[in-house]
């Protein structure tokens, strides 16, 4: 039975490596850019989750997951478990508006969509959305925040947080993907 990439990794394949950069390097970039707000933050957060990949790859089993699934997963914990990190050396407690997030400081291409102008959509469709529903999906997405933690600070039940966070991000797919997505605000307006 041929090896997997990760288990060929785990084996000490050089040449894996290699690949293992080249198969998943997209999607982990794509991740970072989504959770990490500033671009050389982004790329030190890809060196950690490649550094974790490559350390995790011998508890690879592809009976249980694909290895994409397998790498994204390390990735969102890294990157989330990265942002609680700063999130602790920054005051917590200060609340950003939705409308002040900083989306994708450069343009950048990825399969022919501008990631700018696909950020804006998905802010002006938050914007859109019940306060509470925003204020769960800014601390869920944003902030990388748990659930939980979401339901202590919000002095929500947490069954309460999640169909808040579930909805919202039913809604704003739903905006999205609607024809009338493309003019944003107007529409609704």
């Known amino acids: 039975m041929p090896q997997t990439l990760l288990e060929r990794v785990a084996a000490g394949d050089v040449a894996a490596v ?3 950069i080249d198969c998943y390097g997209g999607l982990i970039w794509s ?5 990490v707000p500033h671009q050389a933050d982004a790329e ?18 592809p009976s249980v997951a694909e290895e994409t699934t397998f ?14 990190r700063l999130a602790r050396r920054i005051d917590s ?14 343009t950048s291409n990825h399969n022919g969509v501008d990631v700018r102008d696909e950020a804006a959509r998905a ?3 938050v914007t859109q959305l019940r306060p509470e529903q925003q204020e769960a999906l800014r601390l869920a997405v944003y902030d ?7 339901a ?15 909805r919202g991000l039913i809604r704003v797919r739903e905006l999205l993907t609607s024809p009338g997505a493309a003019a944003g605000k107007e529409a609704t307006s």
Do not use: N, Y
């Not at 990388?144 to 979401?150: A, L, V």
């Not at 919000?154 to 808040?164: F, I, N």
């Open 71 to 84: 790498v994204a997963m390390i990735a969102r914990r890294r990157l989330i478990d990265r942002q609680r």
């Open 31 to 35: 991740l970072a850019r989504r959770l």
């Open 44 to 61: 030190d957060a890809v060196q950690e989750v490649f550094i974790a990949v490559w350390k995790s790859a011998e508890r690879f089993d």
């Open 18 to 20: 290699q690949q293992c």
């Open 152 to 166: 202590d600070h919000l002095q929500m039940p947490l069954g309460t947080v999640k169909t808040h966070v579930r």
């Open 144 to 150: 990388g925040w748990s659930h939980q933690r979401i």
């Open 93 to 106: 407690t200060r609340s950003i508006p939705i409308e002040d997030v900083d989306v994708a400081s450069e």
């Open 123 to 125: 802010a002006d469709a």
